[in-house]
């Protein structure tokens, strides 16, 4: 139970170090490439890497998500969740330790920033961002009858777009432990628990559309 986990930490410390690095690096542009592209290309690679093993499971929401429609144990839910959250507070360690003190702090550290001053927008924003995301993860490698090798690509660039779409709108975490890990460094903590209730709500949107209407026939409790 516990080696999963740890990988999982390595996982996350490693996403975390690489999208807070290029949140930083992006600092004074407009553009979203960077960002974008940075975390999509490095989540699919963790997840091509160390997803036989412990299932490339880097970020909460998704890891619930995976246990609601029963592509996890119960006795791994808690470790896992607690290894992401580890692994994000030492990559934004790690991001904060090897770039310039002045970029990290003009940048908040990659930390999250919402860019609205509507937060129900913001909000929702998460909410459609992670309900895609996790969408894809539970269709792509959960779901039997729609399970694919590409699966980590497709997550990969889910990312990517969501943050295309999303990053002028709330920075498009769809991520608890990304945002917790950088936000503990810099001690940015403006609107966090947005990072929290947008991506736990898509993913249990992302649930009832699986179990109830998508899932295969062992996933599905109705219209078997």
Same mark, same amino acid.
């Given at each position: 139970m516990y080696s999963p986990a740890w990988l999982n930490c390595l996982g996350r410390l490693l996403f975390v170090f690489v999208g807070c690095s290029s949140v930083i690096g992006n600092v004074g542009t407009t553009s979203a490439i960077q960002p974008a592209v940075?975390?999509? *290309?490095?989540?699919? #690679?963790?997840?091509?890497?160390?997803?036989?093993?412990?299932?490339?499971?880097?970020?909460?929401? #998704?890891?619930? /998500?995976?246990?609601? /429609?029963?592509?996890?144990?119960?006795?791994?839910? #808690? &470790?896992?969740?607690?290894?992401?959250? *580890?692994?994000?507070? #030492?990559?934004?360690?790690?991001?904060?330790? !090897?770039? &310039? &003190?002045e970029v990290y702090a003009n940048s908040t550290g990659g930390a999250l920033v919402v860019l609205?001053?509507?937060?129900?927008? !913001?909000?929702?924003?998460?909410?459609?961002?992670?309900?895609f995301l996790t969408l894809v993860v539970c269709m792509g490698a959960i779901n039997s009858q729609t399970q694919t090798p590409m699966a980590p690509f497709c997550i990969g660039l889910t990312v990517t777009a969501n943050i295309f779409a999303g990053g002028m709108v709330s920075g498009a975490c769809m991520n608890p432990a990304r945002a917790f890990g950088p936000a503990v460094v810099a001690n940015h903590w403006d609107h966090h628990w947005i990072y929290w209730v947008g991506p736990i709500g898509g993913a249990l949107l992302t649930v009832t559309f699986v179990r109830f209407v998508l899932g295969d026939r062992k996933t599905r409790i109705w219209l078997k």
């Open positions: 940075a975390h999509g *290309l490095a989540l699919a #690679v963790l997840i091509m890497m160390f997803g036989q093993i412990s299932g490339g499971h880097f970020n909460p929401a #998704v890891s619930l /998500c995976a246990y609601l /429609c029963g592509g996890m144990e119960l006795l791994l839910l #808690v &470790p896992y969740i607690l290894a992401q959250m *580890l692994g994000g507070m #030492v990559g934004a360690s790690f991001a904060r330790a !090897v770039l &310039p &003190p609205s001053n509507d937060l129900a927008i !913001v909000t929702l924003a998460e909410i459609i961002m992670t309900m």
